[in-house]
């Protein structure tokens, strides 16, 4: 177990040393293949990589999910693996989350003590939304049927090893909005003769801030948040465009979708009640997380008899995750695994100096192949 934990450990660390943004993988994607063809498996390349891996006669499978994307931050942690590539780094643990796949997919292909298909998923650009649809538009369940699929994600700051889940909602889904405000500028001194944007904006700011508050059930977890506030004016002229922009996160698609309709609404009577023009755009990167009974079930069955520690119903998280498109396609669990509560290993993920605890890669890596042996058992006349 040493000498494996020691492996995966390297293999993390050269994935950290060398991050590439999303659909930019090609040395990741190729070092990943490469590893899977390696243990025997079955290797498909496209915008991501799949392996699959066969053990006896039944036609059940199951999707284990990893990203491969990192984030342009410049690291600045203190460890002798830091990243070489300049404003690059892996900061929100996916080269951990590689490994542990990885590790997982070694010691099935030397037990194939189950019954079916594991489909190893390595996916691209998690980190803006894109990478899970990109490989579902190229066919992935149609090449690959799947009967369900699992997704984990380290959690700073919870004891090494933890195992978080809850059934229904988990992640918060994330839409931009975009309004233009077209007005009528002028000097400053005479604000009276056009409609000024500035003023425009300020209600609409205000304004949506009542969506949450007095449009929503009190608990809904919805947030509006205006992020920029962009005009055409200087020091001495009224501006007559404006652009908001900003951040929606919302628990349930009803929520999401209630929050598109106020906002409309609002935008269109203020621009009514001024005389000028507004027109929003409203687009959802990531849709909500939705883990399914049955393989949430299995997860909190297969941590316990691993003797880790479980919170089988934790509260939503407020962060989005690219997972939901799957869930969307297939039933499926997406869990949280402790990453440590101190020291670079209890930082933010997205922080410049947060860091994956290697420690947590044979726990990921025995808990990954436990639940393929969970959901894919041996059938009594092979045991």
Request: proline content about 5%; charged content about 20%; glycine content about 10%.
């Amino acid at each position: 177990m040493a000498e494996f934990h020691e492996r995966l450990t390297r293999l993390r660390r050269e994935f950290h040393g060398t991050p590439e943004l999303g659909f930019c993988e090609d040395r990741t994607k190729a070092r990943v293949a490469a590893i899977l063809r390696d243990l025997g498996l079955e290797v498909h390349e496209g915008v991501g990589v799949v392996g699959l891996l066969r053990a006896g006669t039944g036609n059940r499978a199951i999707g284990l999910r990893a990203d491969m994307d990192a984030l342009p931050i410049h690291e600045t942690g203190q460890h002798d693996h830091v990243s070489q590539i300049p404003g690059v780094m892996h900061a929100c643990g996916h080269d951990g989350h590689m490994a542990m796949l990885l590790g997982a997919a070694e010691r099935l292909a030397e037990t194939r003590d189950f019954d079916g298909t594991v489909v190893f998923i390595f996916q691209p650009n998690e980190e803006h939304g894109l990478g899970a649809q990109a490989m579902l538009d190229e066919g992935l369940l149609e090449r690959f049927p799947l009967e369900e699929v699992y997704g984990i994600h380290n959690l700073p700051g919870a004891p090494l090893g933890q195992v978080s889940t809850r059934i229904g909602q988990i992640c918060a889904s994330e839409s931009l909005f975009e309004i233009e405000i077209t007005g009528q500028g002028g000097h400053a001194s005479m604000p009276h003769v056009g409609v000024d944007t500035i003023t425009v904006g300020a209600e609409l700011v205000l304004a949506l801030q009542t969506i949450v508050s007095r449009k929503l059930a009190p608990g809904a977890g919805a947030v509006v948040s205006v992020t920029e506030f962009l005009t055409d004016g200087q020091r001495n002229v009224l501006p007559g465009q404006a652009t908001l922009k900003g951040d929606v996160r919302a628990r349930l698609p009803e929520d999401r979708k209630a929050v598109e309709r106020f906002m409309r609404q609002i935008v269109d009577g203020v621009a009514a009640t001024h005389g000028i023009t507004a027109t929003m755009r409203f687009q959802t990167e990531f849709v909500e997380v939705i883990n399914a009974p049955t393989p949430t079930e299995a997860v909190v069955r297969v941590a316990r008899a691993r003797g880790l520690e479980i919170i089988a119903d934790r509260s939503p998280m407020s962060f989005s995750e690219d997972f939901a498109h799957f869930c969307n396609a297939v039933p499926g669990c997406f869990i949280l695994l402790g990453n440590g509560e101190s020291g670079p290993h209890g930082q933010p993920l997205h922080s410049s100096d947060y860091d994956f605890n290697d420690a947590l890669l044979p726990i990921g890596a025995a808990f990954w192949a436990d639940l393929a042996r969970d959901r894919l058992p041996l059938r009594k006349d092979r045991s």
